[in-house]
């Protein structure tokens, strides 16, 4: 009856009271006592304490046993439907099947414009999983529809500002990925206007000092490290890992990568010796050991232990590769090609990046590497006046050539570069660091 339905209703919310503060046990232990009483209760509140004993057993890490319970959420349960196959996405997530995560998230969206009710946590947490898997994949096939749903999505309701917070710095990566320079930027802005937080707003500093700085904009990566830093230190002692644990390597990565990489050590003993212990027992704490070990790499190359930071890259490189995260491999990768010279390294970036923009750094700087072996000093020379603007006559007269040995040399060039345009062949010159003069 309506009352017994009220009450198994008031122990699963209760439940759920208890998962939220971390009690994780204590809200199992009442989700099984409901379960218990659940007698002939309306379907919708029996589908509901089944998603909540599994979301219970999910959190202990029992895995099969929360499958199981959501493989039983009858497909008519409406809402409550789409809820188990969210829950699934993250099961499959934890047992690293991206693929099936990915399923699990788009048939939930798909499900969710049908239903009776809606429930927009369930909208922007499948929004934000699609979106980190089609950064860290990558799966650049996935923006379409990201991109589609956070433009349509009401992020004026109360709730989702998180969410929303994340969603635009993965955005900033996947554009980034894309070869949208400007919108990669555009979406780091938006990061930082919305960040929920002081934590997030350093964290969307991080992300444009990045944007810039890996495309040769050294004053607009030392402007947002510096603030990043100020902001970092100004936090309380106890508040600078509660909302982003990460939050110190993300600073480090950035003053590594700037004019006093030694700054960098004290963050990163800070995260070894206070945040990692607290996560080994996490999902996320391969990762994060995996994030630490990339940039303790760059922090020992850039101070001229090369043995060391192979080591840290190998440690990094193996343990992306392991749990799937392509994109962070292969910027590792490409650190271990640069550093050792081995070529099964830039092969890979070559493989896991397919999809990206050949204006993607790491991409950009690989090709690099190749062109400037192959381009002559004249065809640099004549590179630079056709990202100028320079037409062929006009770079024939600079460089007191004919006309049809101009045209010619552009030609060649473009073919090098594997572009079809003038103006593309600007574009990726720029990323790729060619146009600067040469020292």
């Known amino acids: 009856d309506d009352q017994h339905d009220a009450y198994l209703t008031g122990r699963m919310l209760m439940s759920a009271?208890?998962?939220?503060?971390?009690?994780?046990?204590?809200?199992?232990?009442?989700?099984?006592?409901?379960?218990?009483?659940?007698?002939?209760?309306?379907?919708?509140?029996?589908?509901?304490?089944?998603?909540?004993?599994?979301?219970?057993?999910?959190?202990?890490?029992?895995?099969?046993?929360?499958?199981?319970?959501?493989?039983?959420?009858?497909?008519?349960?409406?809402?409550?439907?789409?809820?188990?196959?969210?829950?699934?996405?993250?099961?499959?997530?934890?047992?690293?099947?991206?693929n099936g995560s990915v399923d699990r998230f788009r048939d939930a969206l798909c499900r969710i414009d049908a239903c009776a009710h809606y429930d927009r946590f369930i909208e922007a947490k499948c929004v934000f999983g699609l979106a980190f898997l089609a950064a860290e994949l990558p799966r650049l096939d996935l923006w379409s529809e990201v991109g589609q749903r956070v433009e349509r999505?009401?992020?004026?309701?109360?709730?989702?500002?998180?969410?929303?917070?994340?969603?635009?710095?993965?955005?900033?990566?996947?554009?980034?990925?894309?070869?949208?320079?400007?919108?990669?930027?555009?979406?780091?802005?938006?990061?930082?206007?919305?960040?929920?937080?002081?934590?997030?707003?350093?964290?969307?500093?991080?992300?444009?000092?990045?944007?810039?700085?890996?495309?040769?904009?050294?004053?607009?990566?030392?402007?947002?490290?510096?603030?990043?830093?100020?902001?970092?230190?100004?936090?309380?002692?106890?508040?600078?890992?509660?909302?982003?644990?990460?939050?110190?390597?993300?600073?480090?990565?950035?003053?590594?990568?700037?004019?006093?990489?030694?700054?960098?050590?004290?963050?990163?003993?800070?995260?070894?010796?206070?945040?990692?212990?607290?996560?080994?027992e996490r999902s996320e704490g391969r990762r994060a050991e995996a994030f630490y070990a990339s940039i303790l790499g760059q922090y020992e190359e850039r101070r001229g232990n090369r043995a060391r930071a192979r080591e840290a890259y190998l440690r990094a490189f193996d343990a992306f590769r392991s749990v799937g995260f392509l994109r962070r491999a292969a910027i590792v990768a490409y650190r271990l090609s640069v550093l050792t010279g081995d070529g099964q390294y830039e092969a890979f970036v070559a493989d896991a990046l397919r999809d990206a923009s050949p204006a993607y750094w790491v991409k950009a700087r690989i090709a690099k590497g190749r062109i400037e072996a192959r381009l002559t000093t004249r065809q640099l020379e004549v590179l630079r006046l056709v990202a100028e603007g320079r037409s062929n006559k006009e770079i024939a007269a600079a460089r007191g050539v004919a006309y049809h040995t101009a045209r010619n040399t552009v030609s060649q060039i473009l073919n090098l570069l594997g572009v079809e345009s003038r103006t593309e062949l600007a574009g990726v010159a720029a990323a790729r660091g060619l146009l600067r003069p040469a020292k």
């Open 17 to 98: 009271a208890y998962m939220s503060l971390g009690q994780d046990a204590r809200g199992l232990e009442i989700a099984l006592e409901a379960y218990g009483a659940l007698g002939d209760a309306h379907p919708t509140v029996r589908a509901e304490l089944l998603v909540t004993l599994a979301v219970g057993h999910y959190r202990k890490g029992e895995h099969v046993r929360a499958q199981r319970l959501l493989d039983t959420v009858p497909q008519d349960a409406d809402i409550v439907y789409v809820r188990a196959l969210e829950y699934s996405g993250w099961l499959a997530w934890a047992r690293g099947d991206y």
């Open 153 to 280: 999505f009401d992020w004026s309701v109360s709730g989702v500002a998180t969410w929303r917070y994340w969603i635009a710095g993965l955005a900033s990566l996947i554009t980034e990925l894309r070869g949208d320079l400007d919108g990669s930027t555009a979406w780091a802005a938006t990061a930082e206007e919305i960040a929920p937080d002081r934590s997030a707003r350093i964290g969307a500093w991080c992300r444009l000092a990045a944007r810039f700085g890996r495309y040769g904009e050294p004053s607009a990566h030392a402007y947002f490290v510096s603030k990043a830093r100020a902001a970092y230190e100004a936090l309380p002692r106890d508040a600078r890992h509660e909302e982003q644990r990460s939050l110190p390597l993300v600073i480090a990565e950035e003053i590594v990568n700037g004019e006093s990489p030694d700054d960098a050590g004290a963050l990163l003993t800070y995260f070894a010796e206070a945040i990692v212990p607290t996560m080994l």
